[in-house]
Each structure stands twice: as structure tokens, then as C-alpha cells.
């Protein structure tokens, strides 16, 4: 069956379809392979937890999702355009106009308030959420004038939530977004990254290594040694405040 075909016979539009995705860092005997063969679809608008220990690719998988990487052979769709084969310019327009980053340390510009650590996305958006909008989705309306050393550790990657979808980005993809805090800021976290995926609609893929967390999800997706293990949709979901880690 050819990707297309695929493509087409999924119940749902595949907001990514990747087809024999390999990644080999290296050569000769020093080679490591970070992905061996991954087959994946992941449908428009879900949200989409991604496990596996460490070194089990889902990271190397997650960077060349999000354009920030290239496969060593193998076939990724966006939507049915393929962005395995895109140069730099194209997966740069790719990543300005389709996919927002959230990642365990928030990189903030220290010196810059909330308000605008954001701005510096929408300035250069072609549809752009108000900062204060976007701030307002993940529950910062009154931290709008405070700087990064004013902020605890969530509200400070709650900022960095807000800048990566005040762009409304098509994509949002989070390495590890809660691994740096405490379970109760985490929930707060996972509760941002939930209004935005149902508000927005954002195709939102969440790593982590917490596998409580995939209760939240409708998708998980577990990776092992390069490969996608297991694929499972969640039919009853939780919400991030029932979950405990």
C-alpha cells in the first residue's frame, strides 16, 4: 500500500504519517541508530502522550516532527506534504508557520516580562494570538508585567506554553514539559497544555517518562529501542487534576 493510500484509509485525517523512518547518527563502528523503522499516524487535533525510556528514540522522533531534524531514510507527511526530503529554508518556514515548542527548561529571555517573552513569537506570526490572549489561556492574566525571577518554575513554562501557541501553531510538541516540577505545578502544566489543545485544536504530542500522565491522552504511543512498540487509544481520558505521580 503506498503512503497515500494509507493515509486515505485512516478513520481520521493524519495530521503526521511517518513510513520505515530510520535515524543513524554516525558511522562505522561508533554508529548509533536512534530510529530503526518507525511506522506511525497520528490523526488532526488529538493529544498525543509519547513514552519510553531514555535513548528509545521518541526524541530523536519528536525534533524530526518538528522539522528540527532530518531522518536518515524513511518518509514523514505533514498533512500529506513530505518534510523528510525539505531543505533548510522550507522546514524553517515550516517551523515559523506550523509548530510551536515547549520543552523542559523554558529558555525565557530574563530581562523581558511575560508579556514580552511572548511578543518576541508574535512579531514575526502571520496570525498571531494578543500576548495577553495567549497568556490568558494558561492562566497568567495577572502575571502579564512579571519577569522571569518574579515567576515560579510553572508559571515560567507556562509563559514558554503561551509563546510556543501565540503563534497558532498548527503542531505543538512538549519534551518533557512537567520533568523539572513538583506533581502539583505539573498538573498545573498539563491543565495549559489541555485548554490549548482544545481550544486551538493543535495536534499536541507530549513526551515524558511519566506514565501516569498518559491518562490524560487519546492517543499513547510507546517507543522502545528505536521502534514504536505499542500504539493504544485512551476511551476514557482524565482530566490533569485526577492524576498523580
Not at 485525517?13 to 541508530?33: E, H, I, L, M
Not at 511506522?39 to 535513548?55: H, K, N, Q, Y
Not at 536518515?72 to 523528510?84: A, E, K, N, P, Y
Not at 490572549?133 to 502579564?144: F, Y
Request: net charge neutral; with cysteine; hydrophobic share 45%.
Amino acid at each position: 500500500m503506498t503512503v497515500a493510500a494509507a493515509m486515505s484509509a485512516t478513520a481520521s485525517p493524519s495530521c503526521f504519517s511517518a513510513r520505515a523512518v530510520t535515524k543513524v547518527y554516525g558511522s562505522g563502528p561508533s554508529a548509533v541508530q536512534a530510529l530503526r523503522g518507525v511506522d506511525l499516524d497520528l490523526p488532526d487535533g488529538e493529544m498525543v502522550v509519547v513514552l519510553g525510556a531514555s535513548g528509545s528514540g521518541k526524541s530523536t522522533f519528536l525534533n524530526i516532527l518538528g522539522g528540527l531534524d532530518t531522518p536518515t531514510s524513511g518518509q514523514v507527511l505533514f498533512r500529506g506534504q513530505d518534510i523528510s526530503r525539505a531543505g533548510q529554508r522550507q522546514l524553517t518556514e515550516y517551523r515559523r508557520r506550523h509548530v510551536g515548542f515547549v520543552f523542559q527548561f523554558y529558555n525565557l529571555m530574563p530581562s523581558l516580562t511575560a508579556r514580552e517573552n511572548v511578543a518576541l513569537v508574535t512579531e514575526i506570526a502571520e496570525a498571531p494570538l494578543r500576548p495577553e490572549d495567549a497568556l490568558a489561556m494558561v492562566g497568567l492574566e495577572n502575571r502579564l508585567d512579571h519577569f522571569p525571577a518574579q515567576l515560579s518554575g510553572g508559571e515560567q513554562q507556562r509563559v514558554a506554553i503561551a509563546r510556543a501557541v501565540a503563534k497558532q501553531p498548527s503542531v505543538l510538541l512538549c519534551d518533557e514539559p512537567t520533568g523539572a516540577l513538583d506533581s502539583a505545578t505539573g498538573v498545573r502544566v498539563l491543565e495549559a497544555l489541555k485548554t490549548v489543545n482544545d481550544t486551538l485544536g493543535a495536534t499536541t504530542l507530549l513526551i515524558t517518562h511519566n506514565v501516569a500522565i498518559a491518562a490524560i491522552a487519546d492517543r499513547v504511543v510507546l517507543f522502545a529501542d528505536g521502534r514504536v512498540r505499542e500504539v493504544r487509544e485512551n476511551r476514557d481520558r482524565r482530566l490533569p487534576r485526577e492524576i498523580s505521580w
